[in-house]
Structures are given as structure tokens and as C-alpha cells.
């Protein structure tokens, strides 16, 4: 007698112990119609690997073969053994935005039934079940600068999730701030009280003809050229590079 058990299913990159029986025969031997091995071909119970072409298949069958004692003939049952193609997970490769920016996620997935998005930090997915969401940073993603953002592909059949992370980061906006207007009198120059954080480089302008000490310097001193002077006010502007 044989019985080579009943059919079952493992994901990719399972293997499958076989839970056979034979019983009053001269050895059993094993035979697959694919390309995977056995633990043993002659053991009543070997380790099946599943090879390439069984796992492109989906399916394989699993043969076994009890020699009967003479005068008896040989008896053959098989099992078909399924193979779940295991899912995959892609979160994409790290990026980076400005403080006050969304990120669109362009994450992917295979062999999979459903996903859904984490964060490690305290920002906002427009739908953390679809692999394209938008994420909002929070407060505290802000203020360590990074969060990391986390996929989950949930397998079919036996499989596992499959797990994928990318890490945003956030650069600080740059801010600047001219100071307060002011008033000088005819003659006079005038020291700019200005400021900026998180920058890369800053710059003075005018709207009229006059010059600064140093139009890159913070705090530099404007001296009203003749316009300036004939139309009785000008616009100092400061502008900071963001990084």
C-alpha cells in the first residue's frame, strides 16, 4: 500500500515534509515532475525543496512508488504540492522634503493580498491602505527631522508579510525677518537689525539706489543713495536661501 498524503500548499521559499505511508513493500522511491529534491528519495517521509521551474509552475507533483514482494506489482500514489508565490514589499528609496511639504509615496508590492502604511513618528497618511498615499509630517517628525515610513504587504496563503522602510527627512524652512521699518534722517545711514535661521546664504536688495556695507552680511549698513532720498522712503529686502 501507498499513500502519499493528502495535497497541500507552502509559500516560495518553503520547503514541505512529506507525511507519508507505505506499508508490506521491498522499499519506496520518490520521483517529482518538476525540478526540485528530496531529503532522501528513498525515505518514507523526506524533505521536499521545490526548484525554478516548480516554483514559476505554481504546482508540482510528488510521486510515490512502494516496490511490492513478488508476486505483487508496484504501487504508485502522488500528491500535488501548491506554491504560493511569496509577496514583496517596496517603500521606495529614501528622500528628502522641506519643513511644510507633503510627500506622494510611490511604494510597490507583488503577490500580495492588501498593504498598509506605518510611520514611526506622528505624521498623517491621506490612506495608509493604498501604495501611493501622501504623507503629512507631524510635529514631532519635524522636529527630530526624519521619520521613517514603514510598508506591510500581507501574503496569500501560508506566506508572511512582507516588510519594506524608507526614511523621509525633513530639512528646516529657512525664515528671515528685516526688522522693524524705520526712519532716518537726510544724511544719515542706517544699521539693518535683520535675522534668519536654517539658511544657506542671504542676500539685501533695494528698491531705490542705495548700497549696503555688505549686501550677504545680517546686519549691514544702508546708505540712501539721491532717489532714496528725493522720494523719502525705500524698501530693504532680505532674502535667505533655503537649504
Do not use: K, R
Not at 1 to 20: F, K, P, V
Not at 46 to 66: F, M
Not at 141 to 165: K, M, Q, R, Y
Amino acid at each position: 500500500t501507498t499513500d502519499a498524503d493528502l495535497d497541500a500548499a507552502i509559500c516560495e521559499g518553503d520547503t514541505y515534509t512529506l507525511i507519508a505511508t507505505a506499508t508490506n513493500n521491498n522499499g519506496v522511491q520518490w520521483t517529482t515532475s518538476g525540478d526540485g529534491w528530496f531529503s532522501s528519495t528513498t525515505a518514507v517521509t523526506p524533505v521536499y525543496t521545490p526548484g525554478a521551474i516548480d516554483i514559476i509552475n505554481g504546482t508540482v507533483t510528488l510521486t510515490l512508488t512502494a516496490s511490492g514482494n513478488s508476486p505483487c506489482a508496484n504501487l504508485i500514489d502522488d500528491m500535488v504540492l501548491s506554491i504560493t508565490p511569496a509577496p514583496t514589499a517596496d517603500a521606495s528609496l529614501d528622500a528628502t522634503i522641506c519643513e511644510g511639504e507633503t510627500y506622494t509615496l510611490s511604494g510597490g508590492a507583488s503577490n500580495n493580498n492588501g498593504q498598509l502604511w506605518a510611520t514611526t513618528g506622528d505624521g498623517l497618511f491621506s490612506n495608509a491602505s493604498i501604495l501611493n498615499p501622501v504623507y503629512t509630517p507631524g510635529v514631532n517628525d519635524v522636529s527630530l527631522g526624519n521619520g521613517t515610513l514603514i510598508l506591510t504587504t500581507f501574503g496569500n496563503g501560508t506566506c508572511p508579510d512582507a516588510l519594506d522602510e524608507m526614511v523621509l527627512s525633513i530639512t528646516p524652512a529657512a525664515t528671515t525677518d528685516a526688522g522693524l521699518d524705520a526712519a532716518i534722517c537726510e544724511g544719515d545711514t542706517y544699521t539693518l537689525v535683520g535675522a534668519a535661521t536654517n539658511y544657506n546664504t542671504i542676500t539685501w536688495t533695494t528698491s531705490g539706489d542705495g548700497t549696503f556695507s555688505d549686501i550677504n552680511a545680517i546686519n549691514p549698513v544702508y546708505t540712501p543713495g539721491p532717489n532714496d532720498i528725493a522720494n523719502g522712503t525705500v524698501n530693504l529686502t532680505l532674502l535667505a536661501t533655503g537649504n
